[in-house]
C-alpha cells in the first residue's frame, strides 16, 4: 500500500521539500485521550501546517506501528481496524478509507476524489483508531507509556488544484508519540537536553561538559563529520534499534525519530526521507551518521560548532 496514493496521482505529483523537523512543515501525528470508563483510548490522527497553495487535502496514506503486547486495536464488523469519526473530526466519512492490520503494523489510507465536503481546508483531527489495552487495571495504575511510531517512508498527502483539475502528492512528517492511561495532547516540546557534547577526531571517547566518556568508536571525516550514532543516542538519551534483517538503524525521543538505511543509503527523519544527506555508513561494526542529519533530527533546538578537529554540539 505504501505510496499508493502519490502511484494514483504521479502524472501530476509535485513533492515539496522538507527541511529539519519544524512544526511550520506538513505533518501527521497521533493525539492520544485518556482511558475512559469503557477502557477504550481512542487516538485522533492530526494533520498540521497544511499547505494553503491548493484547495484542499483529499487523500492521506500512512503506516504505524504500536506495542501489540500490550494493546488491541479496535476491529469492524468486517475484522479491519475500526477507523471513527464524529463531528469534532474533519472527515465525516471514512468509508473511502481502507485500513489493514498486520501483527503490529497498521494502513490507513484515505481517499476522496470527489472534492466534496470531505475536502479539509484546515488542521485538525481527520479520524480517529481506538487502542484497547489488554490489562487496562494494570494501565490505569500505571506511568508507563507506550510508542506509537510512523513507519519510515510511509507518510504521503494529497492535496486538491479545482482551478486546473489537478492533484498534487508530497511526503509529509510522521510525528511520533506514546500512549498510556493518561494522556495530554502533544505539545511538540521535547525534552531539554542540558549538557554539551564533543567528540573529536582521533579519539573514541565522547565529551559531556567536558568529562570524558569511553566508547569504542571513533569518528572521521568522509565528505563531512561522521559520528557514531550509538555513542550520540545515548548521550542524550535516545532510543536505539538495529534491524538486521534491513540494515537499518533507528533512534527515537519524543516528538523526534531517525532512520538510518545501510543498504539504500536512505536516511528518514521524522518518518519523511531525506536525499540530501549524506548518507550512513558502517565502520569496524559501528553505524556512522554525517553531522547535517544530527542537526536535521533536531532542528533549532540544537546549535553545532564544527571545527577542523572536532565537534560540539549544544542545545537549548
Known sequence: ????????????????????????????????????????????????????????????????????????????????????TSSAMLVQNTENAEVSADRDVVSVSYVDFSGGND??????PLFYFTLIPKDPDKLWNSD????????????????????????????????????????????????????????????????????EKESDATPYVNSEFMVPLRSLAEAVGMEIYWDGQSQTASVFRPYASAHFNINSGDIYINAKRRPDLTKAEIVNDRTFIPVSAVQSLFGDKLDIENNSDSISLEFK
Open 144 to 211: 508507563d507509556y507506550y510508542p506509537l511510531r510512523f513507519v519510515a517512508d510511509s507518510v504521503n498527502l494529497i492535496t486538491l488544484d479545482r482551478q486546473n483539475a489537478a492533484l498534487s502528492g508530497m511526503a509529509a512528517e510522521g510525528i511520533d508519540t506514546y500512549v498510556g492511561g493518561y494522556n495530554a495532547f502533544p505539545t511538540f516540546e521535547p525534552p531539554k537536553i542540558e549538557d554539551k557534547i564533543e567528540f573529536k577526531l582521533g579519539s573514541s571517547a565522547v565529551y559531556i561538559n567536558g568529562e
Open 1 to 84: 500500500m505504501i505510496k499508493k496514493l502519490c502511484v494514483l496521482v504521479m502524472a501530476v505529483c509535485i513533492c515539496l521539500p522538507i527541511t529539519a523537523f519544524a512544526k511550520e512543515e506538513p505533518c501527521v501525528f497521533f493525539a492520544p485521550q485518556s482511558m475512559n470508563e469503557e477502557n477504550e483510548i481512542v487516538v485522533p490522527v492530526y494533520i498540521q501546517n497544511l499547505p494553503k497553495d491548493n484547495d484542499g487535502l483529499c487523500g492521506a496514506e500512512f503506516q504505524f506501528v504500536y506495542d501489540a503486547e500490550r494493546f488491541a486495536i479496535k476491529m469492524d464488523e468486517n475484522g479491519r481496524p475500526f477507523l471513527g
Open 119 to 124: 475536502t479539509v481546508l484546515r488542521d485538525g
